[in-house]
């Protein structure tokens, strides 16, 4: 499975931003988003089942983002909103065929190149 992060840019403090991750081969993963800040560990942002049923959010951004997925289109977003200057980050997507651990890194086996959001003050 090959992943591709899309949709970060350039935002002020409480706007929104719409980040997409487009998959190639069967789509039948757990998926994930990640971020990365600077000078800063990779931490779990987002998680949704294959299915879309079931989801799971960092405390740090339920509320304010939203992870969903379009199966027939291979396509998994996660919309961004109330955006703070600490939401500044590399954004990664990430695939995984497990339903345990999914805070982790390492229960993720497929990663997209991420894309950039930054968040000015």
């Known amino acids: 499975v090959q992943l591709q992060a899309s949709g970060g840019g350039l935002v002020q403090a409480g706007g929104s931003l719409r980040l997409s991750c487009a998959a190639s081969?069967?789509?039948?993963?757990?998926m994930g988003w990640f971020r990365q800040a600077p000078g800063k560990e990779r931490e779990f942002a987002a998680f949704?089942?294959?299915?879309?049923?079931?989801?799971l959010y960092a405390d740090s951004v339920k509320g304010r983002f939203t992870i969903s997925r379009d199966n027939a289109k291979n396509l998994v977003y996660l919309q961004l909103n109330s955006l703070k200057p600490e939401d500044t980050a590399v954004y990664y997507c990430?695939?995984?065929?497990?339903?345990?651990?999914?805070?982790?890194?390492?229960?993720?086996?497929?990663w997209g190149q991420g894309t950039l959001v930054t968040v000015s003050s």
């Open positions: 990430a695939a995984t065929p497990s339903n345990s651990d999914v805070r982790y890194r390492t229960s993720y086996r497929y």
């Open positions: 081969g069967p789509f039948v993963y757990n």
């Open positions: 949704i089942e294959r299915s879309g049923s079931s989801t």
